[in-house]
DNA sequence: TGGCGACTGGGTCATTTGACCCACTTCCTG
DNA sequence: CAGGAAGTGGGTCAAATGACCCAGTCGCCA
């Protein structure tokens, strides 16, 4: 392990914490076992981060930006808007089939960021970057189809990105996969229901309590 | 502290333990942090539990019944299915908002559970747990109402605890109590569409894409 | 190409932590 | 009311952990 440059030895330890954290749990992440999992004495580890916390700071930061990386490249598939979404849906779902325990450390990341005065702000800019994602997501969809949405496309990103938590967690803790198929379903099904076409916006806005 | 029978310390330690994890985590969760919160002896802890993972295990067991006793006495209110549902939510929000940090343990739990083997199982017992707390509670309600649902309800049920988890996260994060309204009215609209009056239903399924 | 600063890695150190021991006290039962 | 079981609490121990040191090595730039 010669002379690497510490810009690399940082990205290095950060993805070697992330695998741990994955593994193991936040509390699984050791200073001595993110070293060990990099391949590197532990010194290096104090070389090129302050203390344990600002590994983990770095760490946050750092599965935010894999998130959007993972979920951004997005093409539209579909000719209708349930579809759209449904197809975006399993796409993350897949992502979590794929590699439950990333996404559950994820998760875990974001309560231990909590915890703390400093991250805490890390832990929201993290889901205001998941809300952005979802509204672009959203309006270009709406963009693509020819329709417009009913609320504030933000307002609707926020419920989508709920969603996607909530069945996040379901899914790790039984791996129902036909319960995950049911859950992307409804949430096709419910968010699409905010879109109109633009000519007839606000027409049929809650036909199923019209009784005249 | 003098000879208190060894259940009630049991149930003491669990109670302290859950105002620890709730204060700073389960990683602050140490014997000695319990025991103190307790106001006992450490020894007084291994006394009681086997180990540190013993008293872990009990205390998932315990919120859970904590959760079923806080949410179920649920007396029906309002004349139309949905406010029935949003008014649900908002008991379970105000609980939410009165005691964060609380539902914070709960999510921390979780998680912690889900990683060991033993306790993944005591997991999956919770979350059951929770959606058949939830299936009878929309049982109830659509009976109330002289209205059945669509669809299983134990998959509507199981959409409810997602978008439950899911806003509690979203609220947990940034504290945005309008955004945790518009959530609870979408889950309330959403949820309330699965569910039809005997005599017409399946009529008007999908009203939307109806173009006659 | 020589030197200096960046980087390495084997160790150390104080704390914290889970586990547990054992002599002592208290309470209940027979 | 005597005796033993149940309960108490102060103390100990080994292991793990975060932090860090420093002598030595490496590579880049003047």
Do not use: K
């Not at 993110?34 to 302050?50: K, N």
């Not at 770095?58 to 930006?65: A, D, E, I, N, Q």
């Not at 875990?108 to 952005?132: C, G, I, K, W």
């Amino acid at each position: 392990m010669a002379h690497i440059p510490a810009a690399e030895r940082r990205d290095a330890l950060v993805q070697a914490a992330l695998r741990v954290v994955a593994e193991g749990g936040v509390g699984a992440a050791t200073t001595r076992a993110i070293a060990a999992e990099a391949g590197m004495p532990l010194a290096s580890f104090h070389y090129v981060f302050d203390s344990r916390d600002d590994l983990m700071a770095h760490l946050v930061t750092f599965v935010v930006g894999q998130e959007e990386a993972a979920i951004l490249p997005e093409p539209i598939v579909g000719s209708d808007l349930q579809e759209v979404i449904s197809a975006g849906l399993w796409r993350y779902a897949d992502l979590l089939r794929a590699d439950p325990l990333r996404e559950q450390a994820m998760l875990e990341l974001t309560h231990y960021a909590l915890r703390s005065a400093d991250m805490a702000d890390l832990a929201r800019r993290q889901y205001e970057h998941y809300f952005s994602l979802a509204a672009s997501a959203l309006t270009s969809a709406a963009t693509h189809l020819g329709l417009v949405w009913d609320r504030p496309v933000d307002e609707v990103a926020r419920i989508l990105v709920a969603l996607t938590d909530g069945m996040t967690i379901s899914w790790l803790v039984d791996r129902d996969d036909a319960a995950l198929s049911d859950i992307i379903s409804f949430a096709a099904e419910s968010v699409a229901r905010f879109a109109r076409t633009p000519e007839r916006a606000h027409r049929d806005e809650d036909d199923v309590t019209r009784t005249t």
